[in-house]
């Protein structure tokens, strides 16, 4: 819709501004579609990044002009957005009325694992998706599989209506910034040549050797050493996993005091 200045108003999102022609005009190159613009985005931003991704960089990658690539996205933030949508594809959600090898509907708990492990794999995998979730809107077709996904088994856990928003971030916000960390972590030790491993138990080393440090952070060491695993991975996959199970507690605490209001008006 056009202003009274005949400017067109910005649209906050590529899924909302309508379907495009799809329509091959005679000047554009062939063998090139929207679908391979948008691999290479991800290919290029899983390589090198958000501050190194550029409409040229990606037009270099594809052997045609930046021009060409214009035929099929508005804009840089269109394509971002586009390549956002497109890795929310990789998660493997459950279904709708799933049931187990006993004919038995999957508790939601099981659920809710998948779809907190799922999540956390592609902000690890695609580090530079944690910071295109914040600035897009985040609805195309995959990401509303993926909020539907997790509706549905927030809902089967019991939460009452008006806690659903917030047990829904409670979730997602904390595999959000965990995932956001490990896959930082990952980037940066990718990025010095150093694996995560190595990095991790020279600071761990370093910090116990200096007295200064290991008097502010020595209880913190003992502690990251003390929660076990040989590797950081092995460590990851522990943390994740008992955080996760705090959170599917407090959830189960939630549904109890919902169906009991005097008693969680006592307690309140």
Not at 34 to 57: P, Q, Y
């Amino acid at each position: 819709m056009a202003t009274g200045s005949g400017t067109s108003r910005p649209r906050p999102s590529v899924w909302l501004a309508g379907p495009s022609s799809g329509k091959r005009k005679a000047d554009q190159p062939a063998g090139l579609d929207r679908a391979k613009i948008i691999a290479a985005t991800v290919r290029l931003l899983d390589a090198e990044g958000m501050t190194r991704f550029s409409m040229r960089r990606l037009a270099a990658e594809l052997g045609v002009t930046a021009m060409s690539v214009y035929w099929y996205v508005a804009t840089k933030n269109d394509l971002l957005e586009l390549a956002l949508d497109e890795v929310n594809a990789e998660m493997r959600l459950p279904a709708d009325g799933e049931v187990d090898e006993a004919g038995d509907l999957v508790d939601w708990r099981v659920q809710l694992r998948q779809l907190a492990s799922e999540y956390r794999k592609i902000l690890v995998q695609h580090p530079w998706v944690s910071q295109l979730v914040g600035e897009y809107l985040n609805i195309g077709p995959n990401a509303r599989a993926f909020a539907e996904a997790a509706q549905r088994v927030i809902r089967r856990s019991g939460v009452p209506d008006e806690g659903m928003t917030g047990a829904l971030s409670v979730v997602f916000q904390f595999v959000y910034g965990f995932g956001t960390i490990e896959g930082r972590f990952a980037l940066r030790c990718r990025e010095a040549g150093i694996s995560q491993d190595d990095y991790f138990f020279h600071v761990m080393d370093t910090i116990e050797a200096d007295p200064e440090l290991e008097e502010s952070f020595g209880n913190a060491s003992r502690i990251m050493r003390a929660r076990g695993g040989s590797t950081v991975e092995e460590m990851r996959e522990r943390d994740f996993a008992f955080a996760l199970e705090m959170v599917i507690a407090g959830l189960e605490v939630m549904r109890e005091r919902a169906g009991h209001p005097a008693d969680a008006a006592r307690e309140a």
